[in-house]
């Protein structure tokens, strides 16, 4: 099985930047893809960013040319890197591994809150 460790959330002002880390262990070689959501008190989990094992990236229309997403092979770790947050940023941010086989592992989610 895989299991997920995220960090790196927090408290920032408006503008300000912060670098999420999800770290992987056990069984990597079974995960398809990887990615960042995000959920907002009340509102429905959403898709952030995601990495193929190809390396292929996606990143949502609403952090587009803010946030990006990256990683680092050797260290089994998946970066989401945050510039010139917004409050509306606000939110558990949650690691997620697509495994083949079509199963969804879940970090345990790091909380980010943008001051304004």
């Known amino acids: 099985q895989v299991q997920l460790v995220e960090s790196g959330g927090g408290l920032v002002q408006a503008g300000g930047s912060l670098r999420l880390s999800c770290k992987a262990s056990g069984n990597i070689f079974s995960i398809r893809a990887m990615a960042w959501y995000r959920q907002a008190p009340g509102n429905q989990r959403e898709l952030v960013a995601s990495i193929t094992r190809e390396g292929h990236t996606n990143v949502a229309d609403s952090v587009k040319g803010r946030f990006t997403i990256s990683r680092d092979n050797g260290k089994n770790t998946m970066f989401l890197q945050m510039n010139s947050l917004k409050p509306e940023d606000t939110a558990v941010h949650y690691c997620?591994?697509?495994?083949?086989?079509?199963?969804?592992?879940w970090g345990q989610g790091t909380q980010v809150t943008v001051s304004s």
């Open positions: 997620n591994a697509d495994l083949f086989g079509s199963i969804q592992i």
